[in-house]
T-cell receptor, first 113, second 113 residues
């Protein structure tokens, strides 16, 4: 069945360094790729998304890239800060599958001050 | 404030005792969905609804029921809870247009003993 793989499962970086999280999806019909941040005790929060007709999108310190041929997409966080520490989930969904959203297993990011 | 509200936040119950987790959104979103989050398994979709009186199964619907009688409400019903339904549950909503991410509630931590 469809699945989304996500790596690494845990990531520790020094404050100010960059962090990269990579995801791979299996369903070639996927055309929307959101990223969520989940802080302790809270629900996931959408932080950035990308559609299949775009290769890269940036929002301040956060960027997402998409390679549809390779079925890869990645989250890049630059100049990391302690408040970036959280669990990050990638997801993939297809417009042909109504509301079928497949989430990756998550990456726990720790930013060390 | 635009939000998804779940109640209760925490619930401990006994096997077989019917329970309902309520979910309400104030954003006039058409789509609503229930997810469960378990360690190592990420977020898995239980049920989703595309509008009033329109619901469908997600990946793990066994043991759950839902209803969508009003646009803003989407309760999750466990008619005979079992210990394997101990989990963290999230309700989420989004607009009907494709390419929009979900707004999640704060979660309900359910323990079935």
């Amino acid at each position: 069945g469809e699945n989304v793989e996500q790596h690494p499962s845990t990531l520790s970086v020094q404050e100010g360094d960059s962090a990269v999280i990579k995801c791979t999806y299996s369903d070639s019909a996927s055309n929307y790729f959101p990223w969520y941040k989940q802080e302790l005790g809270k629900g996931p929060q959408l932080i950035i998304d990308i559609r299949s007709n775009v290769g890269e999108k940036k929002d301040q310190r956060i960027a997402v890239t998409l390679n549809k041929t390779a079925k890869h997409f990645s989250l890049h966080i630059t100049e990391t800060q302690p408040e970036d520490s959280a669990v990050y989930f990638c997801a993939a969904s297809s417009a042909t599958s109504y509301d079928k959203v497949i989430f990756g297993p998550g990456t726990s990011l720790s930013v060390i001050p | 404030e635009a939000q998804v509200t779940q109640n209760p936040r925490y619930l401990i119950t006994v096997t077989g005792k019917k329970l309902t987790v309520t979910c309400s959104q104030n954003m006039n979103h058409e789509y609503m969905s229930w997810y469960r989050q378990d360690p190592g398994l990420g977020l898995r979709q239980i049920y989703y609804s595309m509008n009033v009186e329109v619901t469908d199964k997600g990946d793990v619907p066994e043991g759950y029921k839902v209803s969508r009688k009003e646009k803003r409400n989407f309760p999750l019903i466990l008619e005979s809870p079992s210990p394997n339904q101990t989990s963290l549950y999230f309700c989420a909503s989004r607009p009907a247009s494709s390419g929009y991410g979900y707004t999640f509630g704060s979660g309900t931590r359910l323990t079935v003993v």
